[in-house]
């Protein structure tokens, strides 16, 4: 009676623990990738700057995505990578990498995600117009050092407009 007993604690230990390791976990999420070739899709996300200074790109990257909203996740100087996420439902990663002798490429790739499911996207315009374009200014501003900062000239002393009497 003790070795039946003994025999069904173990098989319900050995159950418990197969059960177990079949179980999945609801933090698994289904990856959409883009139905574009990887070369399309580098040709999107992919900008060359006309610089070598990596690590001003890599500030104008972070200054850009804080300015467009999004919250700075990680930061590895080291090799040239920013994540940001938006509004809870838009990851966004960027690389930033020398590319020849004279210029630095910023490769971006956006994934959106929601409860379950993370999709690539691959929408040219949303690259250009809402990465690409604010980082092209950033680029510019910094390369020129316009920050708002400069000295300007003092303005002129507001007129004496009271009337004097003799």
Not at 62 to 78: C, F, R, W
Not at 80 to 104: E, F, H
């Amino acid at each position: 009676m003790m070795n039946a007993t003994f025999a069904r604690a173990a098989l319900l230990g050995v159950l418990a623990v197969t059960l177990a390791a079949c179980q999945t976990s609801n933090k698994t999420s289904n990856l959409v990738l883009s139905t574009k070739s990887p070369v399309e899709l580098r040709a999107i996300q992919a900008r060359a700057f006309d610089t070598t200074d990596r690590t001003r790109t890599l500030r104008a990257v972070v200054a850009t995505l804080q300015d467009l909203g999004y919250g700075i996740e990680k930061i590895e100087p080291s090799v040239g990578t920013v994540s940001a996420v938006k509004l809870a439902s838009l990851r966004m990663t960027a690389t930033v990498y020398p590319r020849g002798q004279t210029q630095t490429a910023v490769r971006a790739n956006a994934l959106l995600f929601g409860p379950g499911i993370e999709t690539q996207v691959d929408d040219p315009l949303f690259y250009q117009q809402l990465f690409f374009e604010p980082l092209s200014k950033a680029m510019f501003l910094s390369a020129l050092q316009v920050d708002g900062s400069e000295d300007k000239e003092p303005a002129p002393a507001p007129a004496d407009t009271s009337v004097k009497k003799p």
